[in-house]
């Protein structure tokens, strides 16, 4: 994508996002723990939901039907009570900036999810056999992990992943594991190497 497709898509999504924007910023504040306490609440918030949703033991089509109803009376009423919770004296440079910072984000995210279509795709036309292997691997491993735990817990260490990954990325905490990883492996190759060589 050229800078000026960049650009038009992030404008053209900063635009569909200007009624949610100071929702947006409050919760990039929260995901990237501004606050100490933040982690906590997200804890809290989603350990709460999971807690609600074991408990009424929904099946799955009502569970879908009250998550699109919350969306949808959520998407009605939000419209209305903005203009009664934030007013257009109270948004700062600060906050448009972060607000930019968001788009950013979401833009970059989107490319990177089409780029990885596209890989995929091409890898498909090139590599058929090993794109059959490798989706066949990651596709039948899930299959696994589902049926040997329990799909709500599954769905609960998901979302409390994705709900702390901002704030992990932005403290240090992602890139640290990645390093130390990228170390023990880089290692234990170098390890195997040298038994190759020495046994040659």
Not at 158 to 183: A, C, D, E, S, W
């Amino acid at each position: 994508m050229s800078q000026v497709d960049q650009k038009r898509a992030f404008n053209k999504l900063k635009h569909d996002l200007e009624a949610w924007r100071e929702l947006i910023v409050l919760t990039n504040s929260f995901l990237k723990w501004e606050k100490k306490f933040y982690p906590g609440v997200i804890f809290g918030v989603v350990s709460l939901v999971y807690l609600i949703l074991w408990y009424l033991d929904m099946s799955t089509l009502t569970l879908v039907s009250l998550a699109a109803f919350c969306g949808v009376v959520f998407d009605y009423g939000y419209g209305i009570l903005s203009h009664f919770l934030f007013h257009a004296e109270n948004w700062t440079g600060s906050k448009e900036n972060q607000f930019e910072e968001v788009c950013n984000e979401i833009c970059a995210t989107k490319m990177k999810v089409c780029s990885w279509y596209t890989f995929l795709f091409t890898a498909k036309e090139k590599k058929s056999t090993m794109f059959l292997i490798v989706v066949s691997t990651v596709l039948l491993s899930l299959a696994w992990i589902g049926s040997i735990m329990d799909n709500l817990f599954l769905a609960y260490i998901t979302t409390l992943f994705l709900g702390m990954y901002p704030g992990l990325h932005r403290h240090g905490f992602i890139g640290t594991v990645k390093n130390q990883f990228g170390t023990l492996i880089s290692s234990k190759i170098n390890q195997l190497k040298e038994k190759t060589t020495k046994s040659e």
